[in-house]
């Protein structure tokens, strides 16, 4: 079975300081997207960052970035300087390339910002 | 471009009634997905559109389940014969080709049966 792993249910940050949030995966083919999406407590889910598997520089998007290690299927969101609008449920999910378009979800992490 | 819309926002229904919602999609994204979110868990895949084909369905969608997407633009999910366990937040997305099918999503509908 297909899998992503959120290990963490929930993560606390300092206003202005730096977070990660885990991920890891489970799959045996090797073209496929990750990303990380952002789902406020509005429930509108937002983009955060997009990666290829086929590229081994990691993606970086303003204040957030990833550490991609296919080898080891990890793939983790850094947030830096964080604000409290980065309070949020955060979804890990991958796209297989060759098996239809569908996202696979991690089970999410919340991010409380405390200031 | 306004983004993916859903319609309604909230729905409230007696078991048994049939449900219909509605997704509008972002203007030339060719495809379009519905998935199924249950409070504290991650959304999971029902099915997806390439136009007005339906390419992939989950086994989540049982036989109660149907969506249309007939010209290729908006499509509908129906619900027949609700059941309590259909109470979710029922979340659309669209992506295209040209941007590696990135999918984004609309702000859902929530489902409350009672």
């Known amino acids: 079975a297909q899998t992503v792993t959120q290990s963490q249910p929930e993560m606390s940050v300092q206003e202005a300081e730096t977070v990660t949030l885990s991920c890891t995966y489970d799959t045996s083919e090797s073209d496929y997207y990750l990303f990380w999406y952002k789902q406020p407590p509005s429930r509108q889910m937002i983009l955060v960052i997009r990666?290829?598997?086929?590229?081994?520089q990691n993606a970086t998007e303003n204040r957030f970035s990833v550490n991609f290690q296919k080898a080891a299927k990890s793939f983790s969101l850094k947030i830096s300087d964080s604000q409290l609008g980065d309070a949020a449920m955060y979804f890990c999910?991958?796209?297989?390339?060759?098996?239809?378009?569908?996202?696979?979800f991690g089970a999410g992490t919340i991010l409380r910002v405390k200031s | 471009d306004t983004g993916v819309s859903q319609n309604p926002r909230h729905k409230i229904t007696k078991r048994g009634q049939n449900v219909t919602f509605r997704c509008d999609p972002i203007?030339?994204?060719?495809?379009l997905y519905w998935y199924r979110q249950t409070l504290g868990q991650g959304p999971e895949f029902l099915t997806y559109?390439?136009?007005?084909?339906?390419?992939?369905k989950s086994r989540l969608l049982s036989d109660r389940f149907s969506a249309e997407r007939p010209k290729g633009s908006f499509s509908t999910l129906e619900i027949q014969r609700t059941e309590q366990g259909d109470s979710a937040m029922y979340l659309c997305a669209s992506s295209s080709s040209l941007e590696a099918d990135t999918q984004y999503f609309g702000p859902g509908t929530r489902l409350t049966v009672l």
């Open positions: 559109f390439q136009n007005e084909a339906q390419l992939e």
């Open positions: 203007s030339e994204h060719n495809r």
């Open positions: 990666q290829e598997a086929y590229k081994q």
């Open positions: 999910a991958y796209r297989l390339l060759e098996y239809g378009n569908k996202l696979v």
